[in-house]
């Protein structure tokens, strides 16, 4: 039985015009005094101040030339918030980094401890005007969006700005560092109020709760009473809800080396978004899968600057304070996004260089891969340890070269899972053999797999949501894994509007209502076996009864099976009492991939069974009729 509560909280009614109580202090990013490395752009009804030129200082401007100094009068004293509004330029990752002022008052440009560095800008903030800008956020590139950089690391350590009695005019200056990034708007927020990006824009007073008139659900979660994990990615420290939905959780962007290692002295490292998610999956009974250790993006930009004797000591720092953090970690993605031209830690595509620090290619090709699994078993010898990369079932090459590196770490003992993303561009125009296939390869390992990051919406992810293409992607793609035997789970990259990378993949809307694609997912999780069923000696001699799609069925369905020799084959369909109720396939067949359709529109509805027969093996496999008569 599913439960919903409806929450409804009571907020002060709206202040008047002359009561700006609760309203954000707004200033134009052009109205200061700017540096020759700002220049002022009219586009359209905005006006914003964008960076001309690179810098690579770390923890400074550096230069006057770099800095905006803006003169702010305060209502009120009080505790505040800093908020900017900004757009990252099309370089993503490489326009994406500044600095702001340690405190108020103005700064030596060239003293690292008056400065805040904030990075990580290319996938981070709210564009949705109805979306709380409390935490993180995860919007993409090339759109204006609200962050707030008080209340996150962003690299730097986020920090409250005080306006005292008395002293209601204050200074305060940005800086730039990479060109491309674009600034609109600065805001200073009450620090014990919530603001949406609609309130931010239009001057209107902030909430006291994050939570307004909305359904919640209250479980039980999708996949509970299954062999296999539904899991998610846990964005949010205010998703109390997260629980009631899935049975994993893996921290988004906190549990990148990015978001903590906010400076070299590892006793400033900020732990605490991945203290939270942590401690909610140990209290919830959640499979926690940590994300990630090594990957060439969103690391420590300052680790780019350390001989590679230093950097070595920092990664194993680095591991062997996770592993004595988080002792109880089920699962751990070791390295992440390995292959070539994908986000290897070796400084090409804006990634931070570090890999000749772990040995680089060296004998094996993968001797830095080896290494980072080396030092993960020996810091969390209690913890599953997955490698996870992105591109890899929908392209038999790339398969194939993940193979390789995977073979090295088993023969060394190193690795116990194989991660697999599900991003909806790998998915969305991929051929199902080809699946199938690629994951039998992965199989054939021993190994458990596990489908990460899986987000599937629109087809390119263009316009408005689209209801209908995100269902008929998730009716395509979903049974494939889920139901091959080899996978142990899956974990979603998201759910909730607002909060996805992918924009148009969100599952629960704003008011918590459900898209029909996960309603077609709950009702799908409860009426479809997952393949554990399917012997092991069928897959290891190459006989495959793969899932009925659609399933359940409503008026056809497709069946298919691969034989790798010829043979005599039958397909039967078996009612519940095991009697014969059709017979689809009897005849001799070669080697090869069959597709049958079954009719079952004028069936009884119910729950049905088809039976393959081919040489020596017999697999069964479990549908649902919904038709009726």
């Given amino acids: 039985m599913k439960y919903w509560i409806l929450l409804l909280f009571t907020f002060p009614a709206l202040l008047s015009a002359q009561d700006t109580s609760g309203v954000a202090l707004i200033v134009e990013a052009e109205s200061g005094s700017q540096g020759s490395s700002f220049t002022e752009v009219q586009e359209g009804d905005i006006t914003y101040i964008t960076t001309k030129t690179n810098y690579t200082g770390q923890s400074s401007p550096g230069d006057a030339v770099r800095v905006a100094t803006y003169e702010v009068e305060f209502g009120e004293s009080g505790i505040y918030n800093l908020f900017i509004r900004l757009r990252v330029g099309p370089g993503g990752f490489d326009d994406d980094s500044f600095f702001y002022g340690n405190g108020f008052g103005e700064k030596d440009v060239s003293a690292g401890a008056d400065w805040v560095l904030v990075n990580g800008m290319g996938s981070a903030g709210f564009s949705n005007p109805f979306e709380y800008v409390d935490e993180p956020g995860i919007t993409g590139s090339e759109v204006w969006k609200w962050v707030n950089l008080s209340k996150n690391s962003y690299q730097g350590t986020g920090l409250p700005f005080v306006v005292e009695e008395g002293k209601l005019t204050q200074a305060f200056q940005i800086g730039s560092r990479e060109d491309g990034l674009d600034f609109d708007k600065i805001a200073f927020g009450k620090a014990d109020l919530f603001y949406t990006a609609n309130d931010l824009d239009n001057g209107l007073p902030g909430s006291a709760s994050p939570d307004d008139q909305r359904e919640l659900y209250q479980g039980p979660p999708l996949s509970e009473g299954l062999p296999k994990y539904l899991g998610c ?19 988004g962007n906190s549990g990148k080396w990015g978001s903590v290692g906010v400076s070299t002295d590892t006793a400033q490292w900020d732990w605490s978004n991945l203290d939270f998610a942590y401690q909610y999956a140990q209290e919830n009974d959640l499979i926690f899968k940590n994300h990630t250790l090594i990957w ?10 350390l001989p590679p004797a230093e950097q070595l000591e920092y990664i194993e720092t680095w591991i062997k304070m996770v592993g004595e953090r988080y002792p109880d970690m089920d699962q751990i993605d070791v390295v992440n996004e390995p292959l070539p031209n994908h986000n290897p830690p070796d400084g090409i595509a804006g990634s931070t260089n570090y ?11 993968w001797d830095w891969v080896i290494k980072s699994f080396e030092l993960a078993r020996k810091y969390m010898p209690n913890t599953e340890l997955l490698l996870n990369d992105y591109g890899i079932i929908n392209s038999n090459s790339a398969t194939n070269t993940y193979l390789e590196i995977i073979n090295l770490l088993k023969e060394r003992d190193l690795i116990d899972g194989i991660g697999v993303q599900g991003h909806r561009f790998e998915f969305e ?26 987000d599937l919406g629109n087809l390119g992810n263009t316009g408005d949501p689209d209801d209908q293409e995100q269902l008929d992607l998730f009716k395509k793609i979903f049974p494939v894994i889920w139901e091959h035997p080899g996978v142990e789970g899956v974990t979603l990259w998201g759910y909730l509007e607002g909060r996805m990378w992918q924009e148009t993949c969100f599952l629960v809307r704003y008011d918590g209502s459900w898209r029909p694609a996960l309603e077609w997912l709950d009702e799908y999780l409860q009426n479809t076996l997952t393949g554990t069923e399917e012997t092991a000696q069928g897959l290891q001699n190459g006989y495959h009864l793969y899932q009925n799609y659609p399933n359940p069925v409503f008026s056809s369905t497709q069946i298919e099976y691969s034989l790798p020799v010829a043979g005599q084959v039958s397909l039967k369909i078996l009612d519940v009492q095991g ?26 509805g119910g729950v049905y069974y088809y039976v393959l027969n081919a040489g020596s093996n017999t697999q069964t496999k479990r549908m649902v009729v919904l038709s009726g008569r």
């Fill in 579 to 604: 009697r014969e109720v059709e017979v689809l396939v009897n005849e001799f067949q070669t080697p090869g991939d069959y597709t049958i359709t079954l009719e079952a529109e004028s069936w009884p």
């Fill in 429 to 454: 125009n991929a051929n199902l053999s080809t699946l199938k296939n690629n994951l039998d390869k992965l199989a054939a390992t021993g190994l458990p797999i596990h489908i990460s990051e899986m």
């Fill in 296 to 305: 060439g993006e969103q690391q420590p930009s300052w680790i780019s600057g």
């Fill in 233 to 251: 990615a846990y964005s949010s420290i205010v998703d109390l809800n997260f629980a009631n939905y899935w049975t994993q959780l893996t921290p």
């Fill in 355 to 365: 890999k000749a620090a772990l040995g680089g290619d060296g004998q094996t090709g």
